[in-house]
C-alpha cells in the first residue's frame, strides 16, 4: 500500500481513500498553526492525534486485510513544519510500505521510515527536537509519538546534577522500568538505596506499589530511558492512576473523570467497609461514620468503634 501526502488543492489527483489530516489538526491541536507541532511537553497531545489516525488506518489498511486500497491519499495542512511532516511519515510508514510527498512519478523517492530511533542522537530528529523539553531537573525526550501508538510510553530523561528523575512514587496503572544510560547515581526503592551506574536495568512492575526513583548524586547527569507499559494503549491519554508519593505522604488521583489528592495517612484498612456493606451510614474525612438509612438499607448498627 501506499501513502500519498497532499494537501487540499490537489484532491482532484486523488485516487483512493482520503485521510484528513488537514481537519483534524484544528480539532487535536487547536492552539498550534496548521502543519506545525506543540513544542515541550505535547508529547502527549501528539498521541491523541495519533490514536486518531491509528484507529482510522485501523479501520481501512493493516498487514491482514485483503481489501485494503492500492493507496490512500492523506490531506495534510499546508505548509507543514519539518517536524509535523516527520510524524505524519513515521506514523503511515507502519501502514503502508510506500510513503510519498507528493503524488508519485517514475522518480519520486519514497519516504517510508523505520521505526528507528537512536537515543544517543536525538537532537538529530526534527520531530524529536520538537517534543524535547527542558526543565530546571533537566531534559526529556518523549520517543512515544515517533514510534507508532502502543501500550509502551517511553522517554530518554536527562537528570541534572544534584536532582532527580521524579518523586518518589508508584503507579497503579503502568509498569515502570528504566535503564541507565549513561552516568551514575542512587536508586532509591522503598525503603532502601542502592548506587546505579550506566546498564542498569531497574523494574518496578505494578502492585506492590513500590515507590521509586532515581537521585544524581555523584556529581555528574544521569541520563536514563524510562519506559511506562499500559494495558491498553488508550489509558496513556487519559486512563485513571492512582499515584503515591511517599516522601509527600500523598495519595493523587489522576485521569479522565477525577482529579484529586488526600493524605497518605487517612487510608484505612477495607474490612470496616465488606463487614457493613449494606448499611447505611457516612464517612468523614478523619475515619469516623454516622449511622444514616438509605433507600433500602437500614442504618449502621455501631458507632464505627470497631474500626
Known sequence: MRAILCDANQLELASGPLVRWDLAWPLFLPDCAPGTLPEGGGAQRLTIIGRWFWEHMGITAGRLRPDAPDALWLVCPTPLTDAARELVTRLASFWCDEVYWEPPTSTTPNRWTA??????????????????????????????????????????????????????????????????????????????????????????????????????????????????????????????????????????????????????????????????????????????VTARPFPGQPARRDDGSDQ
Open 115 to 288: 521505526p528507528v530511533l537512536n537515543v544517543n542522537h536525538l537532537t538529530g530528529s526534527p520531530l524529536t527536537v520538537a517534543l524535547s523539553e527542558s526543565y530546571p531537573q533537566g531534559q526529556e525526550h518523549p520517543l512515544l509519538a515517533a514510534t507508532g501508538v502502543g501500550r509502551l510510553n517511553a522517554k530518554v530523561q536527562v537528570v541534572a546534577a544534584d536532582s532527580t528523575s521524579a518523586r518518589l512514587h508508584s503507579h497503579t496503572a503502568q509498569d515502570e522500568y528504566y535503564l541507565i544510560l549513561h552516568g551514575s547515581g542512587t536508586l532509591r526503592m522503598g525503603q532502601r538505596s542502592q548506587p546505579v551506574t550506566s546498564g542498569c536495568f531497574i523494574a518496578k512492575p505494578t502492585g506492590p506499589d513500590l515507590p521509586s526513583h532515581i537521585v544524581a548524586d555523584q556529581g555528574e547527569p544521569v541520563t536514563i530511558l524510562d519506559m511506562e507499559v499500559y494495558q491498553d494503549s488508550r489509558q496513556f491519554l487519559g486512563g485513571k492512576d492512582l499515584m503515591n508519593y511517599a516522601d509527600q505522604r500523598e495519595l493523587v488521583m489522576t485521569g479522565l473523570g477525577w482529579e484529586g489528592m488526600v493524605p497518605l495517612d487517612t487510608l484505612q484498612a477495607t474490612h470496616d467497609v465488606f463487614s457493613h456493606y449494606f448499611e447505611g451510614y457516612e464517612r468523614h474525612r478523619d475515619g469516623t
